[in-house]
């Protein structure tokens, strides 16, 4: 069973989603959780979009989620975007670009991570 890691800005990605895609989301990352790389299909240089060493898995028809797999078998999500051309996979290279010096200390997990319209139902 694979630990779930995002970075910070694949967090607000997780966060904005709403209703039906939060919950094809989730389902993906319950798939990613018991096989990280055999749910996942593997990227490699796509468009001049170099993303090799990371992974993709489909979220209903129009999401993806670009990952990674460390050596302790933890699953350190990307993005979480719209498959609209290549728009996802540019933003997986820039902010693996931008990421690439971050501790595990600086990723989140899921568990602190609790979308909006389940801070309003607990509120009530």
């Known amino acids: 069973m694979s630990a779930i890691r995002l970075v910070p800005a694949a967090a607000a990605d997780y966060l904005a989603l709403d209703g039906s895609v939060l919950l094809e989301v989730k389902k993906a990352i319950e798939k990613l959780k018991v096989d990280a790389c055999g749910y996942g299909e593997p990227l490699g240089n796509k468009a001049g979009i170099d993303l090799f060493g990371f992974y993709s898995i489909r979220a209903g028809k129009r999401i993806r989620l670009i990952y ?11 993005v979480i975007g719209r498959r609209e051309g290549f728009a996802v996979h540019k933003t997986a290279e820039q902010r693996i670009a931008s990421l690439a010096n971050m501790t595990a200390e600086e990723l989140i997990t899921l568990s ?3 979308p909006p319209e389940e ?3 607990a509120s009530t």
């Open 68 to 78: 990674s797999v460390d050596d302790k078998d933890t699953v350190i999500i990307r």
């Open 112 to 114: 602190e991570l609790v």
């Open 119 to 121: 801070q309003e139902q």
